[in-house]
Protein backbone atom coordinates (compact mmCIF):
# COMPACT_ATOMS: atom_id res chain seq x y z
CA UNK A 1 0.00 0.00 0.00
CA UNK A 2 1.34 3.03 -1.39
CA UNK A 3 1.40 5.95 1.61
CA UNK A 4 2.57 9.62 1.10
CA UNK A 5 2.59 11.53 4.57
CA UNK A 6 3.31 15.35 4.50
CA UNK A 7 4.17 17.26 7.77
CA UNK A 8 5.61 20.52 8.88
CA UNK A 9 3.14 23.25 7.99
CA UNK A 10 2.07 25.33 10.86
CA UNK A 11 0.89 29.37 11.21
CA UNK A 12 4.10 31.14 10.48
CA UNK A 13 4.51 35.52 10.28
CA UNK A 14 4.74 36.94 6.45
CA UNK A 15 9.10 37.02 5.92
CA UNK A 16 8.98 33.37 8.32
CA UNK A 17 10.20 30.26 7.11
CA UNK A 18 8.64 26.91 7.23
CA UNK A 19 10.05 23.33 6.31
CA UNK A 20 7.81 20.63 4.76
CA UNK A 21 8.70 17.23 4.89
CA UNK A 22 6.96 13.99 2.45
CA UNK A 23 7.81 10.53 3.89
CA UNK A 24 6.48 7.67 1.60
CA UNK A 25 6.53 4.27 1.87
CA UNK A 26 5.21 1.15 -0.35
CA UNK A 27 6.65 2.41 -3.60
CA UNK A 28 9.89 1.98 -5.39
CA UNK A 29 9.99 6.22 -4.50
CA UNK A 30 13.62 6.19 -6.42
CA UNK A 31 11.26 5.62 -9.73
CA UNK A 32 9.08 8.60 -9.03
CA UNK A 33 9.67 12.18 -9.67
CA UNK A 34 8.22 14.49 -6.57
CA UNK A 35 5.78 17.50 -6.60
CA UNK A 36 4.62 19.90 -4.31
CA UNK A 37 1.18 21.18 -5.00
CA UNK A 38 -1.15 23.33 -3.13
CA UNK A 39 -4.62 24.47 -2.87
CA UNK A 40 -5.88 27.38 -1.32
CA UNK A 41 -10.29 27.72 -0.58
CA UNK A 42 -12.15 28.49 -3.66
CA UNK A 43 -8.88 27.79 -5.97
CA UNK A 44 -7.61 25.18 -7.97
CA UNK A 45 -4.84 22.87 -6.91
CA UNK A 46 -1.52 24.46 -8.23
CA UNK A 47 1.82 23.27 -9.00
CA UNK A 48 4.70 24.71 -6.53
CA UNK A 49 7.74 22.63 -7.45
CA UNK A 50 8.89 19.23 -8.44
CA UNK A 51 11.91 16.88 -8.83
CA UNK A 52 13.36 14.52 -11.49
CA UNK A 53 13.85 10.98 -9.91
CA UNK A 54 17.26 11.26 -9.30
CA UNK A 55 17.09 14.56 -8.01
CA UNK A 56 19.16 15.89 -10.99
CA UNK A 57 17.01 18.49 -11.82
CA UNK A 58 14.28 20.39 -10.25
CA UNK A 59 10.97 22.99 -10.92
CA UNK A 60 9.45 25.87 -10.23
CA UNK A 61 5.96 27.76 -10.58
CA UNK A 62 7.14 31.74 -10.94
CA UNK A 63 5.92 32.73 -8.03
CA UNK A 64 7.66 30.75 -5.80
CA UNK A 65 11.25 30.78 -7.42
CA UNK A 66 14.01 32.17 -5.23
CA UNK A 67 12.16 31.39 -2.40
CA UNK A 68 11.22 27.50 -2.07
CA UNK A 69 13.80 24.91 -2.64
CA UNK A 70 13.03 21.29 -3.34
CA UNK A 71 15.11 18.38 -2.59
CA UNK A 72 14.98 14.49 -2.34
CA UNK A 73 16.29 11.78 -0.13
CA UNK A 74 16.02 8.37 -1.94
CA UNK A 75 17.75 7.12 0.45
CA UNK A 76 15.55 7.32 3.37
CA UNK A 77 11.90 7.76 0.80
CA UNK A 78 11.83 11.40 1.71
CA UNK A 79 10.96 15.20 -0.29
CA UNK A 80 11.48 18.32 1.43
CA UNK A 81 10.35 21.49 0.40
CA UNK A 82 12.26 24.83 1.86
CA UNK A 83 10.03 27.76 2.04
CA UNK A 84 11.38 31.12 3.17
CA UNK A 85 9.90 34.63 2.54
CA UNK A 86 6.43 33.34 3.54
CA UNK A 87 3.77 35.50 2.12
CA UNK A 88 0.38 35.86 3.20
CA UNK A 89 -0.66 34.74 -0.87
CA UNK A 90 1.47 31.35 0.41
CA UNK A 91 -1.16 29.91 2.55
CA UNK A 92 -2.88 27.25 1.52
CA UNK A 93 -2.69 23.49 2.02
CA UNK A 94 0.61 21.91 0.36
CA UNK A 95 0.45 18.28 -0.60
CA UNK A 96 3.43 16.24 -1.80
CA UNK A 97 2.37 13.42 -5.23
CA UNK A 98 4.46 10.94 -6.76
CA UNK A 99 4.66 10.98 -10.68
CA UNK A 100 5.66 7.79 -12.35
CA UNK A 101 8.31 8.11 -15.58
CA UNK A 102 6.73 10.14 -18.24
CA UNK A 103 4.39 11.93 -16.41
CA UNK A 104 3.44 15.91 -16.87
CA UNK A 105 5.08 17.51 -13.64
CA UNK A 106 3.28 20.73 -14.18
CA UNK A 107 -0.04 18.74 -14.03
CA UNK A 108 -1.70 17.52 -11.08
CA UNK A 109 -3.77 15.26 -12.81
CA UNK A 110 -0.86 12.96 -14.02
CA UNK A 111 0.41 12.27 -10.46
CA UNK A 112 -0.14 8.81 -9.47
CA UNK A 113 -0.17 9.51 -5.07
CA UNK A 114 -1.06 12.26 -3.10
CA UNK A 115 -0.25 12.65 0.00
CA UNK A 116 -3.00 14.01 2.85
CA UNK A 117 -1.72 17.30 3.13
CA UNK A 118 -0.30 20.26 5.60
CA UNK A 119 -1.82 23.68 6.20
CA UNK A 120 0.72 26.47 5.65
CA UNK A 121 -1.07 29.72 7.48
CA UNK A 122 0.93 33.08 6.95
CA UNK A 123 -0.38 36.04 8.65
CA UNK A 124 0.76 40.02 7.71
Known amino acids: QVQLVDSGGGLVQAGGSLRLSCAASGLTFSAYAMGWFRQAPGKEREFVAAITQSGGRTFYADSVKGRFTIARDNAKSTVLLEINSLKPEDTAVYYC?????????????????WGQGTQVTVSS
Open 97 to 113: AAVGAGGNIYNHLTYAY
